[in-house]
C-alpha cells in the first residue's frame, strides 16, 4: 500500500489506533462508577485552584451504553473495512472497486440503449433524432473543449462541421479518429528547399493553389519546389487522406491562412494529435459520436 | 491543593472512627432512566394539544395522497433532484426558498418563544405530538398512571404479557406507517404501497422506513422525556430567548404556600395555609417529571399539563383557578392584572421579530408569484475565443444551458442584442419538454468593424412563444481577436 512507507510504519499506526481505542474503553470503565463512603456521590472528588470542585450530575445511563456501542462499532468497522494500518478488511471494500461495482450498474442500464444503435450503421444512426441527442450530449462532454461546442473548431483543431475531412469523410474514418486518434507530422522542410526566398516561393505557388491572394511571379518560381511537398500533398495539392495531408487546393486553414502560417509550416514542420479514445470511451460511445460527427457535415 | 490533600487524607485520618461509618460503596455516575408515568388529563390546554395533534397528523399522514396534475401534489424527487409542492417545481437552482423556509421557521419560534415560551415543544413539536399518540394508546390497553405503574410492579402473568406485547405491537403499527408515509414523500407512496404489497421494495426505501419507524417507536415509546432533557438542543438554549414578560407556565408561590393537604370545608386562611393542597397532581401529570412548584426548569417543555391539572383540583375545592397558570416574571412579582401582562407582549423584541418575520414572508411569497419558469445559464466556449467566418464576420460560440422549470412542454426563441448586427447563426426558437434541461450550442455573428477587438458586451434573450412573460435576460461577452 503506497501510503506507509514500509509494513513497521503500518503495523505502529495499527497499534496506535488499537491501543487509543482500548484507552477509550478503559477511562469509560474507569469513569463510570466511584467508591465513597457516603450514600450518594456529591463532587467528583477533583479539585481546582483550592475550592473549584466538580459536581455530580449524573449522565444517563443510556448514554453510558452509546458509548459502549460506538467502541465496539470502531472494533467491527476495522475488522470489515480498511482503517488499521494496511490491513484491507475482510469485507476487501476498494472505492475502486465500488467505483466498478457502480459503472457496471450503469452499464446495464443504459447499455441496452448503445447496444442498439451499436448494431445499427452508421448512416442510419445519424438519421435517428434519439440518438443525434446522445451523440450531441456526449460530443459536448468529451469532444467540444478542443473542437467547440459547435464542432467548429479553433486554430489546431480541426473544424468537424464542414464538409472537408484530413483523413476522408467516412463513417469509417471518423470511427478510426474517434478510436485511435489520429497522429498529423508535417516534417520541417525548410533546409530541403532552400533559402528564405525559395521557402517564401513555394508558400505563394500554395496560396495560388487555391486562387488566395499571391504574387504570381513568386508563384510560378516556388512551383519547381513544390515537387518536394507533392510527395505527401499530390502533385495536384489536392491532399492524401491515407496521410491526412490536408487539401492545398480549398480555402480551408488548419493553422490560419495567409504566406506567414504556410512558411512556418514549411520551416518548423507541423505536429498534431488526436489521443485515441476507444479504451476510454467504448466501442458504443465511439459508434454514436462518429454517427454525430458524421451528421454534422451532412445537415449543418 | 489542599483540597486534594484533603480528600487524600480524610479516610487515613479516621481510622477509629470507621468503625461507625457505613462502609465505602460503590456509585454508577450514570443515572438510570425512571419510568414517568404521566397521568391523564383534561381541560383546555390539553384539548388545544388533541387539536394540534389532529391537524399535524391529518397534513402528514394525508398530504401524500394527494394529487395535483397526475402526479403526487408533495414529491421530493431526490433522483431527478425536483422537489413538487402543489403547482410549483423547486429546482437545485431554487435553494434560496429553502433557505428562505428555514429563516422563517427559525424566527417564528423565536417569535413565538418571546411571547409564551416553549409553545413549538408543549403542542406542535413531533416528538411532544407521538409521545401524545404513543401516551394514548399506552392508557388505552394498560390503563391510567396507576394501573400502569401496578402492572409493572407485578411479576410476569399471561395477562401481563399479552397487554405488553398488544402495546408494543399497536406501537410498531403506528411506527410503520410513520416510517412507510414519510418514504411516501420521496419515493410516490401509492407506488410504494404497491411495492409494499408485492415485497418489491428497494433496499433503501427499506432501511429509511424501517428505520424511520424505529425512531417514531423507540423516541414516542421508550425515550419520550429523554429526547427533550439529553438531545434536543432547544431546551439548553431557549432561557435566551425569554425576558421578564414572556408567558411562562408557573406556580404562584405567594398563593400557594404554605401547602398541604386540608378538608375542603376548612378554611385555609384559619390553618394558616395557602391554596395548594400538596396533591401531586401537577407532578403526576407531568410528562418529564418535575414539579413545576420548584420554578421554572429547563426540563419543562411548557405543555401545560400541571394547568390543567390543578385547575381540576381547584375547582373540585371550590378555590379559584390558577394557582398554576400562564403568567410572566413581571406579572407575578408586581402583581399585573392579566390585561396589564398581556398589554405588554406588545414590546419591541416581539415587534420587531414580528416586523422581520412579515418582511420577509412576504418578500418570500413575492419572490415565487413572480418567479418565472425558465432558468439560462450563459457558457462561453473555452477552447477558441472568436473565429473569422465568410466575408470577415466574427463568429463566437456559446453553450446555452436552458430549463424550462414548468411541467408543460414550450417552445422558445433565442435572440441577441447589444452590438450593431449581432445576429444568430443558428436556429433561434427550440422546444424543450416540461422539466427537462438542454444545452443549446448557438453561434453568434457581428460584421466586421462593429465591435472593439477585445470583449464587447452583450445580452441574450430567452423567450417563451406561448407566454410574453416567461422571458429572461442573460448577459454575456462577445469576443473580437485583436
Known sequence: ?300 | MNAREDSVSKPAAAPAARANQPEDVEHSLYEVRRKIYPRAVHGWFAGWRWALVWFTQLVFYGTPWLTWNDRQAVLFDLTARKFYIFGLVFWPQDIIYLTVLLVLSALSLFLFTAVAGRLWCGYACPQTVYTEIFLWIERKIEGDRNAQQKLDASPLSARKFALKSTKHAAWIAVALWTGFTFVGYFTPIRYLGTEVITSTLGPWETFWILFYGFATYGNAGWMREQVCKYMCPYARFQSAMFDKDTLVITYDAQRGEPRGSRSKKVDPRAKGLGDCVDCGVCVQVCPTGIDIRKGLQYECIGCAACVDGCNQIMDRMGYSRGLIRYTTQNGLERQLAPKQIWARVLRPRVLIYTAILLALAITAATMLALRIPLKVDVIRDRGALAREVEDGYIENTYRLQIMNTAEQTRRFEIAVHGIDTIALATPPTLELAGATTRAAVVRVRVAPGKAQPGSNRMEFVVRALDDESIKVNERAIFMVPR
Open chain 1, 1 to 300: 500500500m503506497a501510503d506507509f512507507v514500509n509494513d513497521v510504519v503500518s503495523l505502529y499506526i495499527a497499534i496506535i489506533t488499537i491501543v487509543s481505542i482500548v484507552a477509550c474503553g478503559v477511562l469509560l470503565w474507569a469513569m463510570s462508577s466511584m467508591r465513597t463512603s457516603g450514600t450518594s456521590v456529591e463532587t467528583t472528588g477533583h479539585a481546582w485552584d483550592e475550592n473549584l470542585a466538580e459536581f455530580n450530575n449524573p449522565l444517563p445511563r443510556w448514554w453510558l451504553w452509546l458509548f459502549w456501542i460506538t467502541i465496539a462499532f470502531s472494533f467491527v468497522y476495522l475488522a470489515l473495512y480498511p482503517g488499521l494500518g494496511s490491513f484491507k478488511g475482510v469485507l476487501g471494500w476498494s472505492q475502486a472497486a465500488q467505483y466498478d461495482e457502480e459503472m457496471k450498474q450503469a452499464d446495464a442500464t443504459v447499455g441496452p440503449i448503445f447496444q442498439k444503435y451499436a448494431a445499427m450503421p452508421v448512416e442510419q444512426v445519424a438519421g435517428d433524432p434519439a440518438a443525434r441527442a446522445i451523440g450531441e450530449r456526449l460530443f459536448l462532454n468529451y469532444c467540444a473543449s478542443c473542437h467547440g461546442s459547435d464542432a467548429r473548431g479553433a486554430k489546431g483543431f480541426p473544424n468537424l462541421a464542414d464538409a472537408d475531412s484530413l483523413y476522408g469523410n467516412t463513417p469509417e474514418a471518423i470511427k478510426t479518429s474517434i478510436a485511435d486518434g489520429r497522429s498529423g507530422v508535417m516534417p520541417p522542410l525548410g533546409a530541403a528547399i532552400g533559402n528564405d526566398d525559395n521557402i517564401l516561393d513555394v508558400a505563394h505557388y500554395v496560396l495560388s493553389l487555391s486562387q488566395s491572394n499571391h504574387e504570381p511571379a513568386r508563384a510560378d518560381r516556388g512551383k519547381e519546389k513544390f515537387a518536394l511537398c507533392a510527395a505527401c500533398h499530390g502533385a495536384d495539392g489536392k491532399g492524401n487522406p491515407q496521410l491526412g495531408a490536408p487539401n492545398l487546393t480549398d480555402k480551408v486553414w488548419l493553422y490560419g491562412s495567409g504566406a506567414d502560417a504556410i512558411v512556418t509550416a514549411i520551416k518548423q514542420g507541423r505536429n498534431n494529435r488526436m489521443p485515441a479514445h476507444k479504451d476510454f470511451l467504448g466501442d458504443a460511445k465511439v459508434h454514436m459520436l462518429a454517427a454525430y460527427v458524421w451528421s454534422l457535415s451532412r445537415n449543418p
